[in-house]
């Protein structure tokens, strides 16, 4: 299986901006499509970007024109890169395949104050 591991969190104040990575142990070109969640306290897990093998996007209307997901097969890494960061955008971040069949990595945590 698969093990995931998501870095590049942390606390940054309104407008600002951060990239998350999320490196792979084992090859993800297999895998058709990939995705970044986040869950918020109280909230369920929600996935916000889906890029697929041929670089297909997809993004939910949240983060729509702010975030960009990408993946480099060679480096098995998912990349989030997350501009104009509002308070509610304030989560645990995960990736995983765009179905979640992996196994869950801790996340990483994205503090934005106002």
């Known amino acids: 299986q698969v093990q995931l591991v998501e870095s590049g969190g942390g606390l940054v104040q309104a407008g600002g901006s951060l990239r998350l990575s999320c490196a792979a142990s084992?090859?993800?070109?297999?895998?058709?499509?990939m995705g970044w969640y986040r869950q918020a306290p109280g909230k369920q897990r929600e996935l916000v970007a889906e890029?697929?093998?041929?670089?297909?996007?997809n993004y939910a209307d949240s983060v729509k024109g702010r975030f960009t997901i990408s993946r480099d097969n060679a480096k098995k890494t998912v990349y989030l890169q997350m501009n104009s960061l509002k308070p509610e955008d304030t989560a645990v971040y995960y990736c995983?395949?765009?179905?979640?069949?992996?196994?869950w990595g801790k996340g990483t945590q994205v503090t934005v104050s106002s």
């Open positions: 995983n395949s765009n179905t979640g069949r992996l196994p």
């Open positions: 084992g090859s993800i070109s297999s895998i058709n499509a």
């Open positions: 890029v697929t093998s041929g670089d297909s996007t």
